[in-house]
């Protein structure tokens, strides 16, 4: 068992940055690939990015790549997604994931979630 818990989620205005963090008990980090997703009101969770294990390599979706970047430290178990130029459409709740498999991930099945954090962006 993996266990997931996600911090940092707030109140911002658009354009600020807010740091999201997402901290991981139970099983070898470093063993897990790790995803942010998040899902708007009426909408489907979509996938935010991803790290792999090493955290050398990341994934973003097309609509946050250049504003989000997620960072890994394996020492403290942790996975980070920065986030800058914040818009009201970026207003969701961000969920943290975890599965051994990158693939997993992408395809939005991971094994593990956190119980997420609600970000508004007020424009």
């Known amino acids: 068992q993996v266990q997931l818990v996600e911090s940092g989620g707030g109140l911002v205005q658009a354009g600020d940055p807010l740091t999201l963090s997402c901290a991981a008990s139970?099983?070898?980090?470093?063993?897990?690939?790790m995803g942010w997703f998040r899902q708007a009101p009426g909408k489907e969770r979509e996938l935010v990015g991803a790290?792999?294990?090493?955290?050398?390599?990341?994934y973003y979706a097309d609509s946050v790549k250049g504003r989000f970047t997620i960072s890994r430290d394996n020492d403290k178990n942790t996975v980070a997604l920065q986030t800058n130029s914040l818009k009201p459409e970026d207003t969701a709740v961000y969920y943290c994931?975890?599965?051994?498999?990158?693939?997993?991930?992408?395809?939005?099945?991971?094994?593990?979630w956190g119980q997420g954090t609600q970000v508004t962006v007020s424009s």
């Open positions: 994931a975890a599965d051994k498999s990158l693939r997993s991930i992408v395809i939005g099945t991971p094994e593990y």
């Open positions: 139970g099983r070898t980090f470093s063993g897990y690939a």
């Open positions: 790290t792999i294990k090493s955290g050398s390599s990341t």
